[in-house]
């Protein structure tokens, strides 16, 4: 398998988390041990990184091409937007990564490209800003497949629908099948000529999000265009699969007995009251970012309030997202 994509510093606040994985690393990690002798292309500032030294030691093999400096993704939680540094708007392009072979998962790069040829491949752009189509750089594929979220899908293509927005791309950009990521809510596959399939999210005993979509890409590229599952058993395998890395926020992956897992029935939405504090200058926009993050999950959020009336508490989830 090949895997083309970047190499990032990750650190977070709560939990305390401090890594170099990135897309590329993290979908390397987690292959390490399904598909072995693996190649990981990317770029690198510094070949004798603690991010090399612990993909060699997993027997992933390394072609890296250079670049000028670290790139670091910073959160707060993980469901927080990251701070990326530098910006990305200053990082300094290098020239395409160009990669040959049966089976490729190639990711959307900050500091590059990656140009593919490939029997089966499957890409996740990693942006909903003016995200790139696979063979804008020339890149080719018998037989393509995307993963993209559902924010993503509508960002690219203008359209609200799942369904007419996958089917527009799909034709646009000779895709052979789409998986749209819908996080809580599981995920959808639409193959060319086929009636659109379910997904279910699995539950976890906690939820690690930094990472999860690389995670799903790896596991789903791995069962479709390495292993030649269907493109529907190869996504709830890599939902499942999701959920197991979610418990640890480890790989390579402890997977167990996939078939244990127990799928996230109810998509009715819940409702979650932010109780607290409004009256310091970190406060408001605090439980604002605390709002953006629980929509993000499909949850219903209340107002903002300093208590919740004895009277309206049956309306709202036992949570509070910020104490006084």
């Known amino acids: 398998m090949h895997i083309v994509g970047g190499l990032y510093h990750e650190l977070c606040c709560?939990?305390?988390w401090d890594a170099i994985y990135g897309s590329g690393g993290?979908?390397?990690?987690?292959?390490?041990?399904?598909?072995?002798?693996?190649?990981?292309?990317?770029?690198?500032?510094?070949?004798?990184?603690?991010?090399?030294?612990?993909?060699?030691?997993?027997?992933?093999?390394?072609?890296?091409?250079?670049?000028?400096?670290?790139?670091?993704?910073s959160y707060f939680h993980p469901l927080s937007r990251p701070h990326i540094q530098p910006q990305a708007n200053v990082i300094q392009r290098q020239p395409a990564i160009k990669v040959s072979g049966e089976a490729v998962l190639?990711?959307?790069?900050?500091e590059g490209d990656?140009?593919?040829?490939?029997?089966?491949?499957?890409?996740?752009?990693?942006?909903?800003q003016n995200s790139p189509a696979f063979s804008e750089n020339e890149s080719i594929a018998s037989e393509l497949a995307v993963v993209l979220n559902e924010f993503e899908l509508q960002s690219t293509t203008?359209?609200?629908?799942?369904?007419l927005a996958s089917s527009y791309l799909m034709?646009?950009?000779?895709?052979?099948?789409?998986?749209?990521?819908?996080?809580?809510?599981?995920?959808?596959?639409?193959?060319?000529?086929?009636?659109?399939?379910?997904?279910?999210?699995?539950?976890?005993?906690?939820?690690?999000?930094?990472?999860?979509?690389?995670?799903?890409?790896?596991?789903?590229?791995h069962n479709w265009a390495e292993r030649r599952y269907s493109a529907l058993t190869a996504a709830d395998t890599a939902s499942r699969s999701v959920a197991v890395y979610c418990g640890t926020g480890r790989t390579p992956?402890?997977?167990?007995?996939?078939?244990a897992l127990v799928a996230v029935k109810s998509n009715t939405k819940g409702t979650v009251a932010l109780e607290g504090a409004y009256?310091?200058?970190?406060?408001?926009?605090?439980?604002?970012?605390?709002?953006?993050?629980?929509?993000?999950?499909?949850?219903?959020v209340g107002p903002i309030v300093i208590d919740v009336p004895r009277d309206r508490k049956s309306e709202f989830a036992p949570a509070i997202v910020k104490k006084r």
Not at 106 to 110: A, C, M, S, T, V
Not at 175 to 184: C, L, S
Not at 210 to 218: E, K, L, N, Q
């Open 114 to 128: 990656a140009v593919i040829d490939a029997h089966r491949a499957v890409y996740d752009p990693q942006t909903w």
């Open 171 to 221: 034709e646009s950009q000779d895709i052979a099948v789409i998986v749209v990521k819908r996080g809580p809510q599981g995920a959808m596959v639409f193959k060319r000529g086929c009636q659109a399939a379910y997904v279910p999210a699995y539950r976890s005993s906690r939820v690690f999000k930094i990472g999860t979509g690389d995670v799903f890409s790896a596991i789903f590229a």
């Open 158 to 163: 203008g359209i609200n629908e799942l369904d």
């Open 26 to 73: 993290r979908a390397a990690s987690v292959l390490s041990t399904l598909s072995p002798n693996s190649t990981l292309h990317t770029y690198v500032e510094d070949m004798n990184s603690p991010g090399i030294t612990s993909l060699r030691a997993l027997g992933i093999n390394l072609k890296c091409s250079p670049r000028q400096s670290n790139i670091v993704f």
């Open 106 to 110: 190639r990711f959307g790069f900050l």
């Open 14 to 16: 709560v939990p305390k």
């Open 279 to 300: 009256n310091t200058i970190d406060s408001d926009p605090g439980n604002r970012r605390n709002g953006y993050s629980q929509k993000e999950l499909a949850s219903k």
């Open 253 to 259: 992956l402890d997977a167990g007995d996939l078939s």
